[in-house]
């Protein structure tokens, strides 16, 4: 199985999660449910790491070990960003926003990978922009789609989102190929790191007995979230963080269907429009 059969069968799981979430977890705060979710992934994927790792299944260089840890910590933030923009805002309005990942990714390889990018890659980087902006279009003036995205705040925590995914999945691909971090080490690290980061933020509202209902749905989608992190980092392992990137945010299209046809989510027409021409953008980088 390739990388990008990897990246795309990451795409529709983490497509499919989104619309769970929104679906089934909206009612809960953010931290309680990280909380709840990263410690069922920890359950589910520790026991399996441990048995198919000689010793400690996490890095045991320093510097790929603290670098492991730090690029977890940005993805703490950047899952903090995202499930707030989801909280308040709507799963087919949120998601193609916080998905233009690749259009911070591709800068970034630039300035600091020296990667070198392909006029099709760079025209593919204009095009999940206008994605972007159309997500936020509304009849009227010809600059209200980019006041909102400044203004709104699901769009401000969305696009905080993404810039850290952007910088995630770059410290990704260093990790996971310059470093030569296992996907296990990898997971194992982010996994543990999410959890007890999220731990000071969910305590104070800590309830057991107002999860006792959905016990075995923060199960599931604990067991989705392991298995799906670990299918990622099997992506990147072989792909540039700028080909792996735009192929697993391909998610956003999954959300904005299952949330447009499911939940009846206004304004499905232009979100699937503006869903759909990010995702051509996605291909032509990967193509380029």
């Known amino acids: 199985m390739s990388g990008i059969a990897y990246a795309l069968f990451a795409a529709v799981l983490f497509g499919t999660y989104l619309f769970v979430v929104k679906r089934y977890f909206s009612a809960y705060p953010v931290p309680v449910y990280l909380y709840w979710v990263y410690a069922s992934a920890v359950v589910w994927y520790l026991p399996i790491a441990f048995s198919t790792t000689d010793g400690l299944p996490v890095p045991t260089d320093p510097v790929a070990l603290a670098a492991t840890v730090a690029v977890s910590l940005g993805v703490v933030v950047a899952l903090l960003s995202f499930f707030r923009a989801l909280s308040i805002g709507e799963v087919s309005y949120v998601a193609p926003i916080s998905k233009v990942v690749p259009a911070f990714v591709l800068?970034?390889?630039?300035?600091?990978?020296?990667?070198?990018?392909?006029?099709?890659?760079?025209?593919?980087?204009?095009?999940?922009?206008?994605?972007?902006?159309?997500?936020?279009?509304?009849?009227?003036?010809?600059?209200?789609?980019?006041?909102?995205?400044?203004?709104?705040?699901?769009?401000?925590?969305?696009?905080?989102?993404?810039?850290?995914?952007?910088?995630?999945?770059?410290?990704?691909?260093?990790?996971?190929?310059?470093?030569?971090?296992?996907?296990?080490?990898?997971?194992?690290?982010?996994?543990?790191?999410?959890?007890?980061?999220?731990?000071?933020?969910?305590?104070?509202?800590?309830?057991?007995?107002?999860?006792?209902?959905?016990w075995w749905k923060f199960v599931a989608v604990g067991a989705l979230v392991a298995g799906g992190q670990h299918i990622i980092a099997i992506s990147f392992t072989t792909l540039p963080a700028s080909v792996a990137s735009p192929i697993v945010n391909a998610q956003a299209v999954v959300a904005v269907l299952l949330g447009g046809v499911l939940l009846e989510e206004p304004q499905f027409r232009i979100r699937l429009v503006a869903a759909s021409i990010a995702i051509a953008g996605v291909a032509l980088i990967t193509l380029g």
């Open 107 to 214: 800068p970034i390889e630039v300035l600091f990978l020296q990667e070198r990018l392909a006029p099709m890659q760079v025209a593919g980087v204009v095009v999940v922009t206008a994605g972007l902006y159309l997500v936020n279009y509304e009849p009227g003036e010809l600059l209200t789609p980019l006041r909102r995205a400044v203004t709104a705040r699901p769009a401000q925590l969305a696009l905080v989102s993404a810039a850290t995914f952007g910088v995630v999945d770059v410290g990704k691909r260093v990790l996971l190929q310059e470093l030569a971090v296992t996907p296990t080490e990898f997971v194992v690290v982010m996994l543990v790191t999410i959890l007890v980061s999220v731990v000071p933020l969910a305590l104070p509202k800590l309830a057991i007995d107002e999860v006792a209902d959905d």
